[in-house]
């Protein structure tokens, strides 16, 4: 089976997903920042991401429930 280059992204929030482009990682970072708090402001100074690249087939990354 052939292995596909992914890319976790994780944060210290509740952001935990996998993905296979890496436009896709800064897309879904800068949407998280779009994100205000209930009171309207953003701490964004507090976000920390992990981007960890993954080497997975097709049908682990189907099996990931992510998809």
Do not use: H
């Amino acid at each position: 089976m052939e292995k596909i280059l992914y890319w976790l992204i994780e944060s210290n929030g509740d952001l935990s997903v996998t993905v296979n482009d890496i436009a896709q990682v800064k897309e879904i970072i800068e949407n998280d920042f779009a994100c205000e708090n209930e009171d309207g402001t953003f701490d964004i100074e507090d976000l920390q991401y992990t981007v960890t690249p993954k080497m997975l087939t097709q049908e682990e990354y189907v099996s990931l429930g992510e998809a």
